[in-house]
């Protein structure tokens, strides 16, 4: 495991028991380099969406426990936010809550010549994705070929 992947395991270790105490879900831990800064970055959820209010609330006792902590050489900014509506599927229960909703795929490569797909969510494992485009027709996308999946939203 590499240093990105150590850091981002040890600072989920260090959030999920403050997010457990306010009733608060760990959609992700992030660590990356944008420009010269590293950022480590949590992103929290609840029923009915996250407040700025919550976001420092845990801020401010993840900030302390990382002091404490003190497992990260760079200098970087720490940062607590909402996922956002165009948030990635990433883990398995992002695909559960996202069963039979509408779905953006966007495809690394052309398949029957377009790269993006909008369809309802019916199936999934831990290597390929369906979704009912049209008519009742399914689509099955492998994951190693999805550059971006995420629930499709309207404005």
């Not at 398949?111 to 969510?121: A, H, P």
């Amino acid at each position: 495991m590499g240093k990105k992947e150590t850091y981002e395991a040890k600072a989920e270790e260090l959030l999920t028991p403050i997010l457990e105490h306010f009733g608060f879900e760990l959609v992700d831990v992030e660590y990356v380099k944008e420009g010269s800064s590293w950022y480590l970055r949590g992103y929290i959820d609840k029923e009915g969406g996250i407040t700025v209010d919550d976001c420092v609330d845990v801020s401010r006792i993840f900030s302390d426990k990382l002091d404490e902590a003190d497992f990260i050489e760079d200098s970087y900014i720490m940062e607590i936010s909402s996922p956002g509506l165009g948030r990635p599927l990433k883990k398995e229960k992002d695909y559960v809550r996202s069963m039979g909703k509408e779905l953006e795929i966007r495809t690394y490569r052309p398949v029957e010549r377009k790269k993006e797909f909008y369809g309802i969510l019916t199936a999934y494992d831990t290597d390929s994705v369906t979704i009912e485009i049209e008519d009742g027709k399914n689509m099955t996308f492998q994951k190693s070929d999805i550059a971006l999946i995420r629930l499709a939203f309207d404005f």
